[in-house]
């Protein structure tokens, strides 16, 4: 590998002025059944030899297209119809297909991004590493020690083994690195990463993110790394190119348009990017308050930004009575309560033979009324088996989970179907949350007509204010699903939820799916829910940089145990356990902009 | 993967007694004398009667006559004919020749049925593909008899290229015509579902991936399309071979071919329930074998498989 | 899953300590561009889109239906059969039992335009008339099928577990015996062979056949149980049944109605094969396979007489299996996702 590296170091020094990857004036356009599209107009950007260059933007920015255009991938139905794609000097825009061949693999390599889908699965991944070092003329007498040498490069221990198995197999972090491994095998000069680590717990993220680093480092290559997270692009890139609705808006060094971004919609992105805010969000009538006390807000606070950020120094416990006017001991009393809960499952073995598989252990912490309570942890934490527990979807195998007093795990029928009034889940996947065959109304209406609340003119009415609370127009009613993006579909989430005046909303990874900025808008709409009629939130996420927005008190999970639990301020600034160290400083971004 | 095999084995068990044991009950065990179902309602003398009442154990209880027969099918003691010669004996000319057809007609519908679907999938929309989809529409729609005829008519009589009917050795030749019929419908369903694997399978991320890696276009559809589309057809060809083994009813009563389905028919036309539940006993094992055979090949063919 | 090699701690060690992360800066000058505002607007955050009439999935697929015309070309013959079927008397002028055998195989003359049976029937009358006997059989065998397949494939495929095991057994059972050779068995049974009629012939075809119905709806179902929505609905306190009627089963319909299209077409097939094999509808109720059958023995020197029942045969399923195709195109799901 080594002399490889002096080798195209020294080409990258020669070459120097002139760039790699030059696009200028790009414009592709697709073929859909309403007529051509124009997914990307104007679009340029160079990446130097050896420089590494972040394209930013929120999904249909236009990024992914941009960079498939320069490896000849975009999909059939699309198409360059404008401007020019120069690689190392040689126009390749409307090149042959047998050119584009020879430049795949060796001059131009890509890392896709969902590492299950991307890997054929019937066949060893060492085939699969294999045949790109065939088709590139790279494989010789020793291809299998040659694989071996690949796949341990890209971080993926006991290589040889590994390259016997299926993907399958492997876990979501090995399959990415057995991608990148792929991707770098036959030392291209440019490598385009699309979004290459977005499906991955941000541990491992990280750590594949620093292999990657070091290994283009060494080899001199250029790395076009497409993203959705600013924090993380202007951590591993020299130069940020942010997209927007297929232009470019703005590009530059990335540490200067971090701190310095000029274009109203970078600064929308750098105010909204969870990994850079640092404090948590206020609600519009706290802000005000604050606001007159403090003098030094910035940005305007109006219906097209997020939230301007300020620190939050009233305590969460004296908050006002709750939406319905129940009385209560006092403010901040603990509205749900989890104690000693486990939760053990029987797996299936080969032939009746099953084995325990414990997936919450020992778990208790308590959220007292009208604060947030974010539980925090990476994939097979156990942290949505809490949720499910706790929404009573899913009975405990030992502990207790007390609602206002109430031992949940005993209640049935009657008392189990007023119970659900008081907790009501938002779910992580918008597009799945919400019955495509019914329309918005009867989706919001439905928990009224199961509870056999009010009657029809009512209930309409009711759906029309919650409508209203969650700023959707009234004529959504009407429309269905299929016809809503993302958020919006989040929103209409919020409204059925809220539609039995519950006391605790249960949020499993509820803005995980969403763009950073819809993202945004929808933790502002629940804070200020959550302000207005005194509800309870649990929110369960992996995104450490969200809790710190959005919770009071946040839980540690790791492997089904709590590993550390505090308030979120006494959570960031002085962590206590290793692991949540490890966590807060897998943020991407987080140490850029103190 | 062993313990998947024995897994689908015992999980296949039940299907075996299940279907022996309704075809037993139909055949049998409905309301009415049986023996008038064994006469094909013609009158019998009473020997005969009698004769016949012994050799089914017919005065046993319902289970014990089952289980009888049961043990009779895997020993292959299957009883007499009418006419006094051996079940056994009798399928055992028979399916031969089915099994003749049997795979005349799978090889064409494997051979052009493939051959067709990858065409008309990686051409998708294009005038081979429509016309494609147009005429395995209609070969689903026209009934194999009247295809029959038709063909026959065609090819054997007017044409003169091939034997109208099937005489009684039934070599490979002679077959060409029947297994061309019996495979028609097959062969229709077979590019149906290549063309939709290939489709679906051509816009599969993975592919893209092997085409950024700079495969030639040749090699990413054979390694890599091809590979995975074909998972879903080898399991219906498998499938459906077992099934034509079931023997064609239709076809070869057209061509005259003296193959089992041909058996079983006139069996079921004159009430000679004797050999109606011993083939039947015989096929339900072929379907079941060629069940288990079609899971362990699915198995291999996607490793996914191997530790569901 | 084989055990892993590497304990997974070794896979989230961080390569790079945090100290290091301050960004990266290049060496090189690097221009900061920003774009002109009037180029490229900032539009507000996820507002609806109020410009088109609400659209559900059910109205989008018919939007799609109507533009193929694999769709409108079965539709129209379709409904031509149906007109013919309920009102045959529109079509056909002459008796189609009044048979002299003088006209036995007789070609086609003046008011007869396919020329005579054997019996010395009008061809052409007795195909239009025969139209009732057979779209009776595949309407009303397609929705036993679907009636009994589908609530057992439901069930298995909702409960899962030990009801799963049993229907999908019995499913495999009945399976395992071809449709027209359990159907030959089932029509021998003296119950079934001294009261032949449509409803005997649909009732046979039902037992044979729910076992492919049941299947497709189980893979719907069990695709569907586990979707946000279902748990979401029983988060709000509604019963496991209730959700399965009211949110599962509609999501599942999409690949029920296509295959049950399909097999509309290929039980009037199998109506016309036992008939054709003396086991289908008695003679005395006209159709299009008993006519097949009857016809045989002519082919050689008049065709016709077997070719025109033939034909009006496979016009009728071509055109439900092109209704299946065109509605499977149509509620395709991947062209959903948005």
């Known amino acids: 590998m080594s002399n490889h590296a002096t080798g195209q170091g020294a080409r990258a020094l020669r070459s120097s002025d002139q760039p790699l990857l030059d696009i200028q004036d790009l414009a592709i356009t697709f073929e859909t059944s309403n007529g051509p599209v124009e997914a990307v107009r104007n679009a340029h950007l160079t990446i130097m030899p050896g420089e590494t260059v972040a394209i930013v933007g929120e999904s249909g920015s236009g990024k992914s297209t941009t960079a498939l255009a320069a490896i000849g991938l975009l999909p059939s139905n699309g198409r360059v119809s404008g401007g020019k794609i120069i690689f190392d000097g040689e126009d390749i825009t409307n090149v042959s297909s047998k050119r584009i061949v020879e430049l795949r693999g060796n001059s131009i390599g890509m890392v896709p991004q969902d590492p299950m889908s991307n890997l054929n699965p019937v066949w060893k991944i060492g085939f699969q590493v294999k045949e790109t070092l065939r088709a590139n003329g790279l494989d010789g007498a020793n291809s299998k020690e040659r694989v071996a040498e690949v796949l341990s490069e890209a971080g993926l221990p006991d290589a040889a083994a590994r390259a016997k198995q299926y993907p399958h197999e492997f876990s979501g972090g090995m399959r990415q690195r057995a991608l990148i491994a792929i991707g770098l095998a036959c030392r291209p000069r440019l490598l385009i990463a699309d979004e290459p680590t977005s499906a991955l717990d941000v541990t491992v993220q990280r750590q594949i993110l620093d292999h990657l680093d070091k290994m283009t480092t060494e080899l001199g290559t250029a790395v076009l790394l497409i993203t959705h997270d600013l924090g993380l692009a202007a951590e591993r890139a020299e130069k940020l190119v942010v997209m927007y609705k297929g232009q470019v808006v703005e590009s ?54 997020p939230a301007p950020v300020a620190p939050r120094t009233v305590p969460a416990a004296a908050k006002p009575v709750s939406a319905d006017g129940r009385q209560h001991a006092q403010a901040g009393d603990t509205i749900l309560e989890i104690k000693n809960l486990t939760k053990v499952f029987k797996l299936r073995g080969a032939l009746g033979k099953s084995t325990d598989f414990k997936a919450v252990d020992d778990v208790s912490f308590s959220v007292p009324r009208g604060t947030t309570m974010a539980i925090v942890g990476e994939s097979g934490s156990g942290k949505s088996t809490v949720a499910q527990m706790a929404l009573s979807l899913l009975a405990p195998t030992e502990g207790s989970i007390l609602f206002d007093g109430v031992e949940v795990n005993t209640l049935k029928g009657r008392a189990l179907f007023d119970f659900r009034r008081r907790v009501q889940p938002i779910f992580q996947d918008p597009y799945g949350s919400l019955d495509p065959m019914f329309n918005i109304y009867r989706t919001i209406e439905e928990p009224l007509k199961i509870h056999k609340i ?129 966590l807060l400083n897998a943020i991407p971004g987080a140490t850029l902009l103190v | 993967m062993v313990m998947f095999t024995l897994r689908r084995f015992l999980q296949l068990i039940p299907v075996f007694f299940g279907a022996t044991l309704l075809v037993y009950f139909l055949v049998f065990a409905t309301p009415g004398d049986p023996i008038a179902a064994l006469s094909g309602g013609k009158p019998m003398a009473p020997a005969v009667q009698a004769a016949l009442r012994a050799q089914y154990n017919l005065d046993q209880p319902f289970w014990i006559q089952y289980g009888l027969y049961l043990k009779n099918l895997v020993t292959l003691n299957l009883g007499q004919t009418f006419s006094g010669q051996d079940v056994s004996a009798v399928i055992g000319r028979a399916y031969p020749v089915t099994a003749r057809l049997a795979f005349m007609a799978l090889a064409i519908e494997a051979i052009f049925g493939v051959l067709f679907g990858v065409i008309a999938g990686l051409r998708k929309g294009k005038l081979f593909d429509a016309t494609v989809l147009v005429a395995s529409l209609v070969v689903i729609a026209v009934p194999t008899f009247v295809l029959g005829f038709v063909l026959q008519l065609v090819i054997g009589v007017q044409l003169g290229w091939a034997r109208p009917t099937v005489s009684g050795a039934a070599p490979w030749n002679e077959l060409i015509l029947p297994a061309l019929v019996l495979g028609l419908v097959s062969l229709a369903y077979v590019i149906r579902l290549t063309r939709a694997s290939i489709s679906e399978n051509m816009n599969a991320d993975y592919v893209r991936t092997a085409t950024a890696k700079g495969l030639s276009r040749g090699r990413v559809v054979v390694v890599h399309i091809l590979r995975n589309s074909l998972i879903p057809v080898v399991t219906f060809l498998g499938a459906d071979l077992g099934s034509l083994m079931g023997g064609a009813i239709v076809t070869e009563g057209i061509f005259n071919v003296p193959g089992v389905g041909n058996l079983l028919y006139k069996a079921i036309l004159k009430g000679e329930s004797a050999t109606v539940v011993a083939v039947v006993g015989i096929l339900v094992i072929v379907f079941v074998v060629a069940n288990l055979v079609v899971d362990l090949l699915y198995a291999w063919l996607d490793p996914r498989i191997r530790y569901v | 899953m084989s055990e892993n090699l590497t304990p997974e701690t070794d896979l989230t060690k961080p390569v790079i300590p945090a100290a290091a992360r301050q960004g990266k800066t290049s060496s090189r000058a690097i221009v900061h561009f920003v774009a002109p505002l009037e180029e490229t607007p900032l539009a507000a955050i996820d507002n609806v889109d109020e410009s088109e009439a609400p659209l559900s999935l059910w109205a989008d697929a018919w939007r799609n239906l109507r533009r193929q015309p694999l769709f409108i070309i079965s539709a129209i013959l379709i409904v031509l059969v149906l007109v013919v079927a309920f009102l045959p008397q529109l079509f056909a002028n002459v008796d189609p039992t009044s048979c002299t055998l003088n006209d036995s195989s007789a070609g086609p003359r003046g008011g007869h335009p396919m020329g005579f049976t054997l019996q010395g029937c009008d061809v052409y009358s007795r195909m239009i008339y025969g139209t009732r006997a057979s779209l009776m059989v595949g309407v009303f065998t397609t929705l036993g099928v679907l009636v009994f397949g589908g609530i057992m494939g439901a069930l298995a495929g909702y409960y899962g577990g030990w009801v799963d095991a049993i229907l999908a057994r019995l499913g495999d059972v009945f399976f395992a015996l071809p449709l027209i050779l359990g159907a030959i068995v089932m029509m021998q049974l003296p119950a079934f062979r001294d009261n032949r009629s449509v409803w005997t012939v649909v009732l046979t075809l039902v037992i044979f056949g729910w076992p492919q119905i049941a299947r497709i709806t189980r893979g719907a179902v069990i695709e569907n149980r586990n979707a946000d929505f279902v748990t979401a609905a029983k988060a709000l306190g509604l019963s496991r049944f209730n959700a399965l009627v009211r949110h599962v089963l509609p999501n599942s319909l999409a690949p029920i109605i296509v295959v049950a299209s399909i097999s509309l077409g290929t039980f009037i097939v199998a109506e016309a094969t036992l008939s054709f094999l003396g086991i289908g509808l008695p003679d005395t109720v006209m159709s299009w396979g008993n006519d097949i059958a009857a016809a045989q023995p002519q082919v050689r020197n008049n065709p016709g007489v077997l070719l025109w029942p033939a034909a009006a045969l496979s016009v009728t399923v071509l055109s439900f299996i092109m209704l299946g195709d065109a509605l499977r195109d149509a509620l395709d799901p991947k062209a959903r996702k948005r």
């Open chain 1, 252 to 305: 530059g060094p990335a540490l200067e348009i971090l701190r310095n971004p000029q274009h109203p919609y970078t600064q929308r992105l750098v105010n909204s990017a969870p990994s850079l805010a640092s404090r948590r969000l206020q609600s519009q009538k706290a802000k005000d308050a604050l606001a007159a006390a403090v003098a030094d807000l910035d940005t305007p606070v109006d219906g097209e930004h």
């Open chain 1, 454 to 582: 009010g009657d029809s003119k009512s209930r309409e009415k009711k759906v029309r204010e919650l409508l209203d609370q969650v700023s959707m127009p009234a004529s959504t009613m009407h429309r269905y699903p299929n016809e809503l993006s993302g958020g919006q579909r989040q929103r209409i989430a919020i409204a059925r939820a809220l539609a039995l005046n519950p006391d605790v909303i249960i949020c499993d990874e509820a803005v995980s799916a969403l763009d950073v900025l819809v993202q945004a808008q929808v933790l502002n709409l629940l804070n200020e829910l959550q302000e207005d009629l005194g509800l309870t939130y649990l929110f369960i996420t992996h995104d450490l940089a969200v809790v710190r927005q959005i919770a009071d008190h946040v839980t540690v999970m790791q492997k089904g145990r709590v590993v550390e639990a505090s308030s979120t301020d006494e959570v960031f600034s002085n962590p206590k356990q290793v692991y949540t160290q490890e």
